[in-house]
């Protein structure tokens, strides 16, 4: 598996936010029984960025938290990219610090506990899952605790 991580903030990272996020990736991708010879990037940005980022993709002139740009649709019959390694091209994931910053101290849980969510949140987004629908959301709101659960995120 390679988990690519882009640091482009001012935020300190270093190696215990490096195994947050693979924890949370890892687990999330064990509990859906996906392989994990996959690739996946990581972009740690600001609120600025993730602005910019929702305005050109969704027409959302308003940072958010996660978004997330999954390269498989899931369709009967597609063919996966592969990468020079032969995993599969999952996607990308691009997490607002700014954000999760705000959201741990709103939700009164530690950022760690922030991190991993929205890591997992996105996951299942690049695995084919959506919220958009009632029944939609609720399966992934219950996939996503279950995962937080296993990796032992209750903190």
């Known amino acids: 598996m390679t988990i690519d991580i882009d640091n482009r903030t001012t935020f300190v990272w270093g190696e215990k936010w490096e195994k947050i ?9 064990e509990l859906e029984e996906f392989s994990t010879e996959c690739e996946i990037s990581v972009s740690i940005v600001t609120n600025k960025e993730i602005q910019a980022i929702n305005q050109e993709f969704r027409n959302i002139d308003k940072a958010t938290d996660v978004l997330s740009f999954p390269q498989l649709t899931f369709e009967e019959g597609e063919i996966a990219d592969v990468n020079e390694k032969d995993e599969i091209v999952l996607g990308d994931i691009i997490i607002s610090i700014d954000k999760a910053i705000q959201q741990a101290e709103e939700y009164g849980h530690s950022l760690e506990r922030e991190i991993a969510f929205l890591t997992i949140h996105s996951m299942l987004h690049l695995m084919g899952y959506d919220h ?4 939609e959301e609720k399966e992934m709101i219950q996939k996503q605790k279950l995962i937080l659960q296993k990796a032992n995120f209750v903190f």
Do not use: F, M, V, W
Request: charged content about 25%; overall charge negative.
């Open 132 to 135: 958009i629908e009632p029944e």
């Open 21 to 29: 996020i693979q924890k949370a990736i890892q687990t999330s991708l």
